[in-house]
């Protein structure tokens, strides 16, 4: 039955005064932690800046699929390691959208360590070419020793208009969201993003739940997310839906057949929208009607889908997991649903994020966002939403393996300037003798202007 318009009577944990040690790893992890070295650029620069023409090349063993085409102009990339990976993370790596706002860039990492981990709020100044962070959630929970705590951050960064960032956290494994951990649910988090002030807004909205799928309504100041039990039984009803007021820190509703791992929202109605767990319907959740979603008639794939534009679309892509993701249309006044054909360039397909430029014309993606990205040579993607083709801005690697010795090999993180100039991406990166992703890069595209004209 939807729980709806209640408030839970969940309290938050106790607190502890100090900030308890990261759990004992096993003799393997121990290994691995004495061989690990912090990240760091050659002569230990900070940010360097590159400009090269063999972001345009197509790398060898590489073929694109048909249509696709390459940028004319090579753009000029920032790249930069995020500070904080001290010590060996398991691994480091990046799950969550980011977000620009106020003339600075806003990403999380995590340590995805089980069952005591953490996770970071950074922000990027590109002015100063500067990072600051602004949340460890481990020195925040403060939990006592032995009690879960979240290695990752999955849902979307989200700015509101009371000048806040907010997310929910997410498990570093599946194994250890148990009684044994005293776990009772992940948290919603809110720091302001000028004084670095945060707290916690709410603990465990739906009990025994993580959130891995989350968004912020700005102007209503609504949290939405998607959740996956603890244990890691992610399967269809056990999947849930639910919309909390952090305002005034109450439950609107919570139902499950839930959305897995993205939504639509609309910024001009409120409405949001999801394809449940289970495959079965397309929801629309109204806030002005908040007893509960109610099904509407269409089929699209939401693996991840842009902000809304001036005109009322918003793009999606399917999940291209197991197949070839494809990309639609979503009118939020119409609610009609329009297919646009695949978004892959080459072999690898995931895509988990996408952002759409200030005039509504240029989409960008990344696949390969669970690692392989580098099999299609890292690329940053632009689709003309006029002239419906795909053209690669840049191909990230090998230039940055055979300059700089790491490899861009995946995101789920990534934000445009307002302007629509620069990409701002961090990456899952593999350094040279990593077997996997292993550290986390930002990488700020700046997009030539001839290769996003608009006429």
């Known amino acids: ?259 897995p791992r993205a939504m639509i929202f609309a910024k001009s109605t409120g409405r949001v929208y999801y394809v449940q767990a289970s495959g079965k319907s397309l929801m629309r959740y109204d806030p002005a009607k908040p007893d509960a979603p109610e099904k509407i008639p269409g089929e699209i794939g939401i693996r991840a889908a842009s902000e809304e534009t001036k005109d009322g679309t918003v793009y999606t892509v399917s999940t291209g997991q197991k197949g070839i993701p494809e990309l639609f249309a979503f009118d939020t006044k119409t609610e009609k649903v329009t297919p646009l054909g695949p978004a892959a360039v080459g072999v690898v397909g995931y895509i988990t994020a996408l952002k759409i430029d200030p005039t509504g014309r240029y989409l960008y993606y990344v696949p390969g966002s669970h690692g392989g990205s580098e099999k299609d040579g890292s690329p940053v993607v632009q689709y003309d939403t006029k002239t419906k083709t795909r053209k690669v801005i840049a191909f990230l690697n090998p230039y940055y393996k055979d300059t700089h010795g790491v490899s861009p090999a995946g995101t789920y993180s990534y934000a445009l300037s307002p302007d629509g100039a620069d990409l701002y991406v961090t990456w899952n990166a593999k350094r040279a003798d990593a077997k996997a992703w292993d550290t986390v890069v930002l990488s700020v595209v700046h997009i030539p202007a001839a290769e996003r004209r608009t006429e």
């Open 1 to 259: 039955m939807p729980r709806c318009l209640s408030v839970l009577a969940f309290a938050l944990a106790a607190c502890a005064a100090a900030v308890f040690p990261l759990s004992s790893p096993a003799a393997g992890q121990k290994k691995k932690a004495a061989e690990w070295k912090a990240p760091e650029l050659p002569g230990g620069k900070a940010v360097v800046t590159d400009a090269s023409d063999a972001f345009l090349k197509v790398p060898d063993g590489v073929k694109l699929a048909e249509g696709v085409t390459v940028a004319k102009v090579a753009p000029t990339i920032d790249f930069a390691y995020f500070p904080g990976q001290t010590y060996a993370g398991n691994p480091w790596s990046t799950w969550g959208e980011s977000t620009f706002a106020n003339g600075k860039y806003y990403a999380s990492l995590g340590d995805h360590k089980a069952p005591v981990g953490t996770a970071f709020v950074y922000e990027y100044d590109p002015a100063a070419k500067a990072f600051r962070q602004l949340i460890d959630l481990q020195k925040l929970l403060a939990l006592p020793e032995g009690h879960y705590a979240p290695g990752k951050i999955h849902t979307t960064l989200t700015l509101g208009k009371d000048g806040a960032l907010y997310f929910g956290t997410h498990r570093g494994s599946t194994r250890v969201t148990t009684d044994q951990y005293h776990y009772k649910g992940d948290w919603i988090v809110r720091v302001d993003a000028k004084t670095g002030k945060a707290e916690v807004v709410a603990h465990a909205p739906v009990p025994k739940h993580c959130i891995p799928t989350g968004i912020l309504d700005p102007e209503r100041l609504i949290f939405y997310g998607g959740t996956a039990p603890g244990e890691g039984k992610d399967e269809g009803d056990s999947v849930h839906f639910f919309a909390y007021d952090v305002q005034k820190k109450k439950v609107l509703c919570d139902v499950p057949d839930g959305p």
